[in-house]
């Protein structure tokens, strides 16, 4: 059974599609569910169900550490109890996904040609999400996800592989628990 992935919807699943390399999208499966209330019960029923290795990924919502290791914890304690001998991770994004892009905005001012117009560092920060539906709306460059998912360079994937942990820390699961042909 392939290495599952379980994350917040269908967005989140399609940018770790763009970044993840091609050998480990296609060695994995992805399983993108309604929202963050249903993502554990999903995660562990998955566990039960197959005993495949899982990886949990999710938006901690928040800045907040306390609140972010508390819900971790939790987290971890209700996969590890369904678990048993099968590898599972918890990966989180904090506050969502999104904030990938905005760890270094270089790409996002070449895509977008507006968009020293429309950032606001804060709002980035505490809603990536949000800021990068700005830059779809008044950036003046790609209007969709997909659309700007498909302007990234290799260059572009391959810096947003390595600076930032979370994506690395998918890459390692996924690796690490299946079995790659050469």
Known sequence: ??????????????????????????????????????????????????????????????????????????????????AGDTPFDIIYFIPHIEAIFFEDTTLLRRIFPQFDDVFIRQFARTQPKDQLEVLFQEGGGPKTLNAFLGQLTSADVEKLRSAYPPIQQVMAFVTNNTKIAA
């Open 1 to 82: 059974m392939k290495t599952t992935i379980i994350m917040e919807g269908h967005t989140d699943a399609a940018i770790l599609r763009a970044i993840l390399p091609h050998e480990l999208v296609s060695a994995c499966h992805f399983m993108p569910t309604t929202g963050g209330s249903t993502l554990v019960s999903v995660a562990r029923t998955h566990l039960v169900k197959n005993h495949a290795p899982t990886a949990l990924v999710l938006d901690t919502d928040t800045l907040n550490p306390t609140i972010i290791a508390e819900n971790i914890q939790t987290t971890r304690y209700l996969m590890g109890i369904v």
